[in-house]
């Protein structure tokens, strides 16, 4: 019954990154769809600015009740709120959803690489870092702009991780991410304005599409991601967003009719091979910690039904020579 039980608890944060990443992607679509109208910016800010509202509004976060360790991290996750929006809204302006997906991957993997500790990991994340490169070497034909933007996005996705994790563990509540995404939209909303504020109120169903946006790119994502965050670690979680390449071309093909080559979808393969080569050398680590305590237990306490004063043989043997 336990077994059974710890076995669903451990399918629960792979469920709840992919359930993430299908949000996300299904959001890039309707933002890719309104290019014709308005820019990647003005998307972004919509964005930033319609999630800030709206969880701003259900959360109240207490300003007062904050502290300066609270308010630095929580500062810095709203920045690169900021810059990972625009960052990626641009390099999907050029690229196939699931190519961009894959190239903002190499900083979760860079990441997952970073802290790990067992080399089944580093072969993993080596797989899933070959595939990303391979998408950006000599001969690739994707536009440099493109490429450009999906490191910057990558690089903020890697710092997302990072402070989204730690403004999670510093707050009870939603507080943390209410207030950086108030933040990034104090950075971003000015920029917007000046730059497609004309585009927008010409075309003011625009707001309904940003809004749309909101929903599946941001407040459903990221709540879902400090939800997965409290339950499995930053390195976990890094190798888990593998699946978003796949869901990302996947997506992209049968809703925008994006055609990937026989190049790209090498290089995405590399990266799904590579998740699921390291959730399973995970999932099998997970499986001996009991077995390993088990052993541990046995070796060094007495066995149900036997006094403490009763011990094994080799112990009894070291007693008699000491």
């Known amino acids: 019954m336990n077994t059974d039980r710890t076995h669903r608890g451990r399918l629960v ?14 959001g890039s679509v309707v933002a890719k769809g309104a290019y014709d109208e308005v820019g990647a910016t003005a998307l972004a800010g919509m964005r930033l600015l319609f999630s800030a509202i709206i969880v701003c ?35 999907i302006e050029h690229l196939p959803i699931g190519v961009a997906s894959t190239i903002e ?19 993993g994340a080596l797989m899933a870092l070959a595939g990303v490169l391979l998408l950006a070497s000599p001969g690739s034909e994707l536009p440099v702009t ?33 207030v950086a995404l108030a933040v990034g939209a104090c950075l971003l909303t000015p920029v917007t304005a000046v730059t497609h504020g004309a585009a927008i109120a010409r075309h003011p169903h625009l707001l309904l599409t940003g809004l749309l946006v909101t929903l599946l790119s941001s407040l459903i994502p990221y709540s879902l991601d400090m ?4 339950r499995i670690d930053v390195r976990a979680f890094g190798i888990l967003l593998a699946m978003s390449p796949a869901v990302g071309a996947g997506i992209g093909f049968v809703l925008l009719d994006e055609h990937i080559t026989v190049r790209q979808g090498a290089a995405i393969a590399l990266v799904i091979v590579a998740g699921a080569w390291s959730v399973k050398t995970a999932d099998n680590r997970a499986d001996r910690l009991p077995e390993e305590a088990a052993t541990k237990q046995g070796a060094g306490t007495p066995a149900p039904g036997r006094s403490p004063g009763e011990c094994t043989r080799s112990r009894c043997h070291r007693t008699e020579r000491g």
């Open 146 to 178: 493109g490429l450009v933007f999906g490191v910057l996005a990558a690089t903020c996705r890697a710092l997302y991780v990072v402070l989204n994790r730690r403004v999670g563990s510093l707050f009870d509540d939603w507080g943390g991410l209410a």
């Open 57 to 91: 509004v259900l959360v109240r976060p207490r300003l007062s009740a904050m502290v300066g360790r609270q308010w630095r991290p929580t500062i810095a996750l709203g920045a690169v709120f900021a810059a990972m929006n625009v960052a990626y809204f641009q390099a």
């Open 227 to 230: 939800t997965a965050l409290r």
């Open 105 to 123: 991957l190499l900083g979760p993997v860079t990441l997952a690489v970073a802290m790990s500790r067992h080399w089944r990991d580093v072969v």
């Open 13 to 26: 944060p792979p469920a709840l990154v992919l359930a993430q990443i299908t949000s996300l992607q299904l």
